[in-house]
């Protein structure tokens, strides 16, 4: 017996490190037959209205959510955990909400880390860092050219495409959870 797929709760959209626009999802949604998808991008909730309008012009259920990330640095793991948040309709109408969420998104997201990011890539593997891997040095403008709210996607596209490191292996090694020069995104637990 196959399986049938009514939802799928999980989803990215171009407001973070999707490939698709938030309408552009709900239409793939619709042409898979699914009856109901979450959008939850990466520390933004950006792209739900427009999806939410998406889905009642095809009769496709969204479900507005967000994928928080949270930064750890523990001697037992360092990196980034994800939290799957849920949002009512009503809460996400609720203005004063909606600038306290964005206000706490923010924090593990924005200009400086993307800042920070690309000097310590530039530290360790720009043109006169310790590993040299770069040409040229990474700079901010080659990232906030795919977006507002940069992500570990955006670093490998601008690696590939504006730096020309064509090997996967290469760009992890530059932007992994093992580089030396990897920060974590995401929302300092101590802040909280």
């Known amino acids: 017996m196959g399986r049938i797929i009514i939802a799928d709760l999980h989803n990215h959209s171009t ?8 309408t552009e999802l709900v239409e793939k949604a619709k042409e898979l037959g699914l009856n109901a998808i979450g959008l939850t991008d990466h520390d933004t909730i950006e792209g739900l209205e427009e999806a939410i309008q998406a889905g009642e012009r095809l009769g496709v259920k969204v479900l507005p ?20 948040l849920y949002l009512t309709n009503d809460l996400l109408g609720d203005g004063e909400f909606r600038t306290m969420l964005n206000n706490i998104l923010s924090q593990g997201r924005g200009l400086p880390l993307v800042i920070a990011r690309v000097n310590a890539i530039n530290a ?27 992500t570990r996607r955006h670093f490998a596209l601008a690696l590939k495409e504006k730096h020309g490191v064509e090997d ?12 030396p020069a990897y920060i974590a995104s995401g929302i300092d637990m101590k802040l909280l």
């Open 15 to 22: 407001a973070s490190d999707g490939e698709y626009s938030p």
């Open 65 to 84: 959510g967000v994928e928080v990330s949270l930064a750890f640095k523990r001697p037992c793991f360092v990196g980034t955990l994800h939290l799957l």
């Open 124 to 150: 360790i593997f720009g043109p006169q860092g310790e590993q040299p891997k770069l040409k040229r040095n990474l700079s901010p403008e080659d990232l906030t050219s795919y977006s507002s709210n940069v």
């Open 168 to 179: 996967k292996d290469q760009i992890n090694k530059i932007i992994g959870n093992d580089s």
